[in-house]
């Protein structure tokens, strides 16, 4: 079992920045995916960036690939999420979730989520 808990988010401008994180209890930490998805209101939630046990792959949904960083700390248990040049659109809670590469990237179905954390950017 692993336990998730997201902090960082709040209210920013637009063409600003935030830095999500997710500390993980656990001491299988490094053996999972990490993840990070978000909701907006009135859509579905959507997978936004993914980092392998090792941290050596990523990989980003297209609508935030250049303005996202997703990277993790291993032995402190904790995958952050750096986003920049913030957009309206990127309002959303955020998810961090974890879980096998395959069940992450390409089925979106991580085994394990946090509660979310609301990022609010005005224009």
């Known amino acids: 079992q692993v336990q998730l808990v997201e902090s960082g988010g709040g209210s920013v401008q637009a063409g600003g920045s935030l830095r999500l994180s997710c500390a993980a209890s656990?001491?299988?930490?490094?053996?999972?995916?990490m993840a990070w998805f978000r909701q907006a209101p009135g859509k579905e939630r959507e997978f936004v960036a993914a980092?392998?046990?090792?941290?050596?792959?990523?990989y980003y949904a297209d609508s935030v690939k250049g303005r996202a960083t997703i990277s993790r700390t291993n032995a402190q248990n904790t995958v952050y999420l750096q986003m920049n040049s913030l957009k309206p659109e990127d309002t959303a809670v955020y998810y961090c979730?974890?879980?096998?590469?395959?069940?992450?990237?390409?089925?979106?179905?991580?085994?394990?989520w946090g509660q979310g954390t609301q990022v609010t950017v005005s224009s």
């Open positions: 979730a974890a879980g096998g590469w395959m069940k992450v990237t390409r089925l979106q179905s991580p085994d394990f």
């Open positions: 656990g001491r299988t930490f490094s053996s999972y995916t």
């Open positions: 980092i392998s046990g090792s941290g050596s792959n990523t």
